[in-house]
């Protein structure tokens, strides 16, 4: 509505941009481009800039928006955390841990989004590096911040499978009931998504044999009768069994 009454309102535009930066990337341009022609030296309008440009994967352009948002605001932890992101696909992931970290241990105030994007780049440098119990610890906190995120439970139940095979550690049926369960509540808050009952199963498969994975893999088709994926899954295990015995 504000935008209606006056397209030249610099906040107007820079948080519309924002708002549609995840969804309408074409648009969010649009918008991001107006506010920070309209407002150069003002660092959200270089940031809603940048984070159109990243959506649509322009990712040199939005490097140096975020460049100039943070000449404009030293330290701010919103246009670290994206800068984060963007070193980790640049290659660079021990900048981009350090940019991650800076936003935790900014004095500024700070939202739960930029939190949570922190301890999540943090979490995936860590994975990445193989630094499972380390990774096991930072996922701890970012739960601690939103409990039942989808993302955040998916995520533990993976990295504490790695850390079970790391280990070479052989668990013992309430053990692996455990971790089952860590896992079937991960795959119900990401809907039966296909990528999360695929590495459920991979990882069962190493961790208690191909048997278990198959038994499994039966149980998600039919908790997820839509998803038709699982029935491809299922058959996979199948045939697995069949060539190991």
């Avoid at 918008?31 to 309008?45: G, H, Q, S, T």
């Amino acid at each position: 509505k504000a935008l209606q009454r006056d397209q030249g309102l610099v906040s107007a535009n820079a948080w519309v941009a924002r708002c549609l930066a995840e969804g309408d990337e074409e648009n969010a341009q649009h918008y991001a481009a107006v506010a920070a022609e309209l407002a150069p030296d003002w660092w959200l309008a270089h940031l809603a800039f940048a984070e159109a440009q990243y959506s649509a994967k322009n990712y040199d352009s939005a490097r140096r928006e975020v460049e100039t948002a943070l000449s404009l605001s030293p330290g701010n932890p919103e246009v670290l955390a994206l800068r984060g992101e963007l070193l980790s696909l640049a290659g660079d992931p021990a900048g981009a841990a350090l940019d991650a970290q800076a936003v935790l241990d900014s004095p500024l105030p700070c939202s739960l989004h930029t939190l949570f994007k922190a301890h999540q780049l943090l979490c995936r440098l860590m994975f990445g590096a193989e630094l499972f119990q380390d990774a096991c610890e930072q996922i701890e906190k970012l739960l601690a911040l939103v409990p039942d995120d989808s993302w955040a439970v998916q995520f533990q139940a993976a990295v504490q499978c790695e850390v079970v095979i790391h280990d070479g550690e052989n668990l013992d049926e309430p053990g692996l009931a455990v971790l089952r369960q860590r896992y079937e509540k991960a795959i119900q808050l990401n809907n039966g998504e296909t990528w999360v009952v695929s590495d459920f199963l991979r990882y069962l498969c190493e961790i208690a044999g191909v048997e278990a994975a198959r038994e499994a893999a039966d149980q998600m088709r039919q908790a997820y009768p839509d998803n038709g994926n699982l029935i491809y899954l299922h058959g996979v295990y199948q045939a697995r069994c069949g060539q190991a015995a």
